[in-house]
């Protein structure tokens, strides 16, 4: 007997990677260069939907007959608009983290190209906009 595995509809499909740190400082009246920095774009909506993939990936073959797979992948080309590519969130879900301290955790500030900045801003209003994160206010 199998263990009882839970699946996201959001793990069913492809994940695609975010970019993993944002450094953002700004400093006004004190501009280095115009110079163009390569900050790599990744797509949010890519229009990949592999469902042969998707069954190999997770292994339903070990756990569901080849009819049930069939409708597996009939149910998910029906609804894949439904079903979004950028991950979400959830209350499915809860998770504890243990911290060694309240100390917040604070790094070494470094400069960024005007460019760089303008991207950065456009980047966290979008994630702003989607949820993925939101501000936080802390007094010291």
């Known amino acids: 007997m199998h263990p009882q595995k839970d699946i996201c509809n959001n793990m069913l499909k492809p994940y695609y ?18 110079e163009e920095i390569d900050i790599p774009y990744l797509d949010t909506k890519p229009n990949v ?3 042969d993939e998707i069954v190999l990936e ?5 756990t569901l007959d080849a009819n049930e797979i069939d409708q597996l992948k009939n149910e998910l080309c029906k609804y894949q ?6 991950p979400g969130k959830t209350n499915l879900v809860v998770r504890d ?5 309240d100390q917040p955790v604070l790094s070494k500030p470094y400069r960024n ?3 760089q900045n303008d991207i950065l801003k456009i980047e966290i209003q979008k994630m702003l906009a989607m949820k993925i994160i939101n501000w936080v206010f802390l007094t010291i």
């Open 17 to 34: 990677k975010r970019a993993e740190q944002v450094n953002f400082l700004l400093e006004e009246g004190n501009p280095l260069s115009n």
């Open 49 to 51: 939907f592999n469902v």
């Open 58 to 62: 997770n292994n339903f073959s070990e």
């Open 81 to 86: 608009d439904c079903i979004p590519n950028t």
């Open 97 to 101: 983290i243990e911290l060694n301290s």
């Open 113 to 115: 190209y005007l460019r």
